[in-house]
T-cell receptor
Framework: GAGVSQSPRYKVAKRGQDVALRCDPISGHVSLFWYQQALGQGPEFLTYFQNEAQLDKSGLPSDRFFAERPEGSVSTLKIQRTQQEDSAVYLC????????????????FGDGTRLSIL | DAKTTQPTSMDCAEGRAANLPCNHSTISGNEYVYWYRQIHSQGPQYIIHGLKNNETNEMASLIITEDRKSSTLILPHATLRDTAVYYCIVRTGTNTDKLIFGTGTRLQVFP
């Protein structure tokens, strides 16, 4: 498809289980972002990739959260030993080629994965 | 923290123009104003962005004041499908810059 695709759309897991969330960015997009959105709040930044390099992971809430993008395309966000506070919508966004200050291109979002931890 | 201030909610009659204000008094010279909206159960949707000139596209118009401390997003003929949360965001022009969302404006379009 032409847009950002995320799977699964919904995920229910028991506390303590590990989960993996997938993001397929728009083809050719260099930049990939993960955001977390709690109920009733705006999205909050988790981590950023430029191609396969993870350049910013300052938003990851704990070392239980891990993201990768090994071939510079598909990305996976993994949460280990899930806790109830991890329940949220996880959004992925991508944007085009970085051209420095002249590369002002908007981020395009997928519809997210709604994660519920029981 | 978000660098913008928006009203919590607004109403608009279908077919009328919706004017959504945003204050960004601490905006820097290299920062753009971006607008996104989020319809229930969907991801944020990019609408428009600008630096200092007014901008228009097929979705909306963006009016930025001369001092760049505030802006207004205009939906010229609101429809029921425009009911959403609208976020005003300032960010630099590099693609490495994350988006910092505030709480946005919940726009309700009524028949």
């Amino acid at each position: 498809g032409a847009g950002v695709s995320q799977s699964p759309r919904y995920k229910v897991a028991k506390r303590g289980q590990d989960v993996a969330l997938r993001c397929d960015p728009i083809s050719g997009h260099v930049s990939l972002f993960w955001y977390q959105q709690a109920l009733g709040q705006g999205p909050e930044f988790l981590t950023y990739f430029q191609n396969e390099a993870q350049l910013d992971k300052s938003g990851l809430p704990s070392d239980r959260f891990f993201a990768e993008r090994p071939e510079g395309s598909v990305s996976t966000l993994k949460i280990q030993r899930t806790q109830q506070e991890d329940s949220a919508v996880y959004l992925c966004a991508s944007s085009g080629r970085d051209r420095g200050t002249f590369g002002n291109q908007p981020q395009h979002f997928g519809d997210g994965t709604r994660l519920s931890i029981l | 923290d978000a660098k913008t201030t928006q009203p919590t909610s607004m109403d608009c009659a279908e077919g009328r123009a919706a004017n959504l204000p945003c204050n960004h008094s601490t905006i820097s010279g290299n920062e753009y104003v971006y607008w996104y909206r989020q319809i229930h159960s969907q991801g944020p949707q990019y609408i428009i962005h600008g630096l200092k000139n007014n901008e228009t596209n097929e979705m909306a118009s963006l009016i930025i004041t001369e001092d760049r401390k505030s802006s207004t997003l205009i939906l010229p003929h609101a429809t029921l499908r425009d009911t959403a949360v609208y976020y005003c965001i300032v960010r630099t022009g590099t693609n490495t810059d994350k988006l910092i969302f505030g709480t946005g404006t919940r726009l309700q379009v009524f028949p």
